[in-house]
């Protein structure tokens, strides 16, 4: 078995984090496995080196060991352009112009699983209106669902406790894969970088469940490992609300302050214990 853990150095990690790092580590080392961290630092507007040396100490005073050195995404772009690259020479990927105001302006933006699906403005757009206007105008890149999925056919996944569950990466429409002002979306970063460590199982919160339709998508039409996924309860606070980077009450580093046992609290969050305040819900 190997898992691993996957902060976006943007902020603070809270309990929320603690309690998805606790469960991949303990489910590693308990099946004789190994339990790495790659560092999600490709958001180049909002990542902070310093991020990344307080969640490793996070880690630390939770008593959590990890196997090797952290992987940082930031230095596998070249394998993001190159993926990007594939899929644009089979035609399964277009430049996009658009604007996020343009797409939620537009009338024919309908809802799913990750928020307004694009309207495809830009997916049929005449070749030499795209090569002049990738020349002066930033752009992402989609890919176009339709295409993808009628390439890829049928796909399933499994889900730990849960069995096979059918994908429906059409829910998404055609999803960005690189950004206007990143190299990668997550969901191409995370996909291949599973692939390229040998995650064999992800855990990971049940915030993510949706995005596994598209991550399986992009496996199939890659020719990437599919692993096993367990996507756990959130953490949630008397609100209601699962926890988020601004609550810092909840931060680790609070908690550390406050002079909270760290390898104590992650035996309490194992056994699904969470301090007083806080609870465990699925969406």
Known sequence: MLTRFAPSPTGELHLGHAFSAVLAHDAARGAGGR?????????????????????????????????GAPVRQSAR???????????????????????????????????????????GTCRDLPDVDRARRMVTEPHCWRLDMARATAEA???VWEEKGQGLRTADPVA????????????????????????????????????????????????????LATP????????????GKRLAKRD???????LRAAGIDGPALAADLAADRLPAGYFLQNP
């Open 172 to 223: 998404h429409g055609d999803i960005v894969l690189a950004r206007k002002d990143a190299p990668a979306s997550y969901h191409l970063a995370s996909t291949l970088d599973d692939a390229n460590m040998g995650v064999t199982h992800v855990i990971r919160g049940a915030d993510l469940i949706a995005s596994t339709d598209v991550h399986r998508l992009l496996q199939a039409l890659l020719g």
């Open 77 to 119: 772009l070249g394998d993001y352009a190159a993926a990007l690259d594939v899929l644009r020479a089979r035609g399964l990927v277009y430049p996009c112009f658009c604007t996020r105001a343009d797409i939620v302006a537009s009338l024919s933006a309908p809802h799913g699983p990750s928020g307004a699906v694009y309207p």
């Open 248 to 254: 810092a009450a909840a931060s680790l580093s609070a």
């Open 153 to 155: 056919g049928e796909l």
């Open 35 to 67: 339990f790495l961290i790659r560092i999600d630092d490709i958001d180049g507007s909002r990542s902070r080196e310093e991020f990344i040396g307080a969640s490793l100490a996070d880690l630390a005073w939770l008593g959590l060991d990890w196997d």
């Open 228 to 239: 096993l996924y367990h996507h756990h309860a959130l953490v949630c606070g008397l609100d």
